[in-house]
């Protein structure tokens, strides 16, 4: 499986959003591109870790929908 790619927009409920391959740090007053090499490298890790959380759970769910009715076994 490739790693998952994060999708331009804002980072879950951070101030920061990806925006044409920058990676952007907004307020209301504006927002400025974050350069920091460091920094960068962990928000795209970040992202890419939300990103793969986010398939997982789409697969899951898909899962689910998949699963027979009439199998209740597991229920509590």
């Given at each position: 499986?490739?790693?998952?790619?994060?999708?331009?927009?804002?980072?879950?409920?951070?101030?920061v959003?990806?925006?044409?391959?920058?990676?952007?740090?907004?307020?209301?007053?504006?927002?400025?591109?974050?350069?920091?090499?460091?920094?960068?490298?962990?928000?795209?890790?970040?992202?890419?870790?939300?990103?793969?959380?986010?398939?997982?759970?789409?697969?899951?769910?898909?899962?689910?929908?998949?699963?027979?009715?009439?199998d209740?076994?597991?229920q509590?």
């Amino acid at each position: 499986m490739s790693p998952a790619t994060p999708r331009p927009g804002r980072l879950g409920h951070s101030p920061v959003v990806l925006r044409d391959g920058q990676w952007r740090l907004v307020s209301g007053a504006g927002s400025i591109v974050a350069t920091d090499p460091t920094f960068t490298s962990m928000l795209d890790g970040f992202a890419q870790a939300m990103a793969a959380a986010d398939q997982a759970v789409a697969d899951l769910r898909a899962r689910q929908s998949e699963s027979p009715a009439s199998d209740s076994g597991g229920q509590r």
